[in-house]
């Protein structure tokens, strides 16, 4: 059976049970949330947060990952900061 890994960039975090620091065989993967842990997107928006949590997205060690987010055509915004061109997008946003 296919499965899907999901990789986290979360170097030299002391937490990490694996490179990517996401625990697939406990269960553990990726919430994506609004203004923060636990908050729901609103309707119509895009998310601004992205974290390693639990099956159920109730981890009380959840870990922030980098988050890009879209603003226009050509335009992100990284880890809820300014608007910037996604060329001045640096690697490990993308």
Not at 68 to 90: H, L, Q
């Given at each position: 059976?296919?499965?899907?890994t999901?990789?986290?960039?979360?170097?030299?975090?002391?937490?990490?049970?694996?490179?990517?620091?996401?625990?697939?065989?406990?269960?553990?993967?990726?919430?994506?949330?609004?203004?923060?842990?636990?908050?729901?997107?609103?309707?119509?928006q895009?998310?601004?947060?992205?974290?390693?949590?639990?099956?159920?997205?109730?981890?009380?060690?959840?870990?922030?990952?980098?988050?890009?987010?879209?603003?226009?055509?050509?335009?992100?915004?990284?880890?809820?900061?300014?608007?910037?061109?996604?060329?001045?997008?640096?690697?490990?946003?993308?």
């Amino acid at each position: 059976m296919a499965s899907i890994t999901f990789w986290g960039n979360m170097n030299g975090a002391a937490h990490s049970t694996s490179p990517s620091g996401i625990n697939h065989a406990a269960g553990s993967g990726l919430g994506f949330y609004g203004a923060g842990y636990g908050i729901s997107v609103p309707v119509g928006q895009f998310q601004d947060t992205t974290w390693v949590t639990n099956a159920n997205g109730t981890a009380s060690d959840q870990y922030r990952l980098n988050n890009t987010k879209f603003v226009s055509s050509g335009t992100v915004s990284s880890n809820a900061g300014a608007a910037i061109a996604n060329y001045y997008m640096p690697n490990y946003y993308a």
